[in-house]
């Protein structure tokens, strides 16, 4: 079994920043890619930034240039630094991992602002 925790969701104000992280653990082997997706009201879940074992990242268009993705494979953890945040990044955040031909996904942490 592994279970993947994600935290650091919350209010947020505009241009604000926040930095999520998902940290898996369990029956931990081989992790591949680790990814960040979200989905907001009423819309699909869509992928925001991807990061390799080695380290190449991959972002969605809406957020290239104000997220960062990163991951501490000693600790078998992925963050998502996101800045400059705009009202239309409001979602629910999901960490999702490869790992040994299977995908595992968080229960998710909602980052939100006061509106």
């Known amino acids: 079994q592994v279970q993947l925790v994600e935290s650091g969701g919350g209010l947020v104000q505009a241009w604000g920043s926040l930095r999520l992280s998902c940290s898996a653990s369990g029956t931990i082997f081989s992790i591949n890619t680790m990814a960040w997706y979200r989905q907001a009201p009423g819309k699909q879940r869509e992928l925001v930034a991807t990061i390799t074992t080695g380290g190449s990242t991959n972002y969605a268009d809406s957020v290239k240039g104000r997220f960062t993705i990163s991951r501490d494979n000693a600790k078998n953890t992925v963050y998502l630094q996101m800045n400059s945040l705009k009202p239309e990044d409001k979602a629910d955040y999901y960490c999702?991992?490869?790992?040994?031909?299977?995908?595992?996904w968080g229960q998710g942490t909602q980052v939100t602002d006061s509106s």
């Open positions: 999702n991992v490869h790992m040994m031909g299977d995908l595992y």
